[in-house]
């Protein structure tokens, strides 16, 4: 069997595996360490850029080299080299693209489904409880984003977010106006660095602090406003 020789930093980090191409999306292969699919957009200029350059000769610095500018990625499961990463809505969209080209989406590391659902849809759910209540759905001015200051922006939705150091940040969502507990808060809590080259924040599931019992609906909505907020600020989060 004739030995591999990468003649570039693209076939030395995929190790000579190859990259299978749909409409919108590619799914990039590792030799014998999995695989990850990442939107054309964000494949292309960067696979260009590694296919142009020789390779170092050490695959992991060419694989670290290549991986950390994909900023949007879904890792397929199994896959240990990197982490998903990158904002909700560009993963949603990642999703259905999958979805439609037939993929097996339980094989990949999405966030969970209400959360990237949210993400495309923030209405997502609110005609049920509308229904329900009776009542004649009035229609919305879309949510916008304001930074208050260097710490905090906060949402025309009613939440805010407030960065408090680099491990931690605070959510704060409005209280309903005859609510007697107050505002809902939640503290945060993760671990900063990069994620698929950009600045990024691995959240801590099971180190999330709430103001009061919440439902999953609620913890779910406090994540998705979270990761929005966040990727305002052009940080990705990672659950």
């Not at 409409?23 to 990850?36: L, M, Q, S, T």
């Not at 849809?121 to 949510?143: I, L, R, S, T, W």
């Amino acid at each position: 069997m004739a030995l591999f020789v990468a003649k570039s930093i693209l076939q030395a980090a995929q190790g000579g595996a190859q990259t299978k191409r749909f409409r919108e999306f590619v799914v990039a292969h590792f030799e014998g360490e999995g695989a990850i699919a990442v939107p054309n957009t964000v494949w292309q200029p960067v696979a260009a850029w590694a296919a142009a350059r020789q390779p170092s000769g050490n695959r992991m610095r060419d694989r670290g080299m290549l991986l950390q500018r994909l900023d949007v990625l879904v890792t397929r499961r199994g896959t240990t080299i990197v982490s998903t990463c990158g904002g909700m809505i560009p993963l949603a969209r990642l999703r259905n693209s999958m979805k439609s080209e037939g993929l097996d989406l339980k094989e990949w590391n999405f966030p969970p489904q209400d959360i990237l659902d949210r993400a495309l849809d923030p209405n997502a759910g609110k005609e049920a409880e509308v229904e329900e209540a009776g009542e004649v759905p009035v229609a919305e001015e879309p949510a916008v984003f304001t930074r208050v200051d260097a710490q905090r922006v906060r949402n025309s939705a009613g939440f805010e977010v407030r960065i408090i150091d680099q491990y931690t940040a605070e959510y704060i969502a409005d209280s309903v106006a005859d609510s007697a507990e107050g505002p809902l808060r939640a503290v945060i809590r993760g671990v900063p660095g990069m994620v698929g080259g950009r600045p990024g924040f691995k959240v801590k599931l099971d180190a999330l602090s709430f103001s009061r019992p919440v439902t999953p609906a609620e913890r779910s909505r406090a994540l998705s406003n979270f990761s929005s907020a966040m990727d305002f600020q052009k940080i990705s989060v990672m659950l």
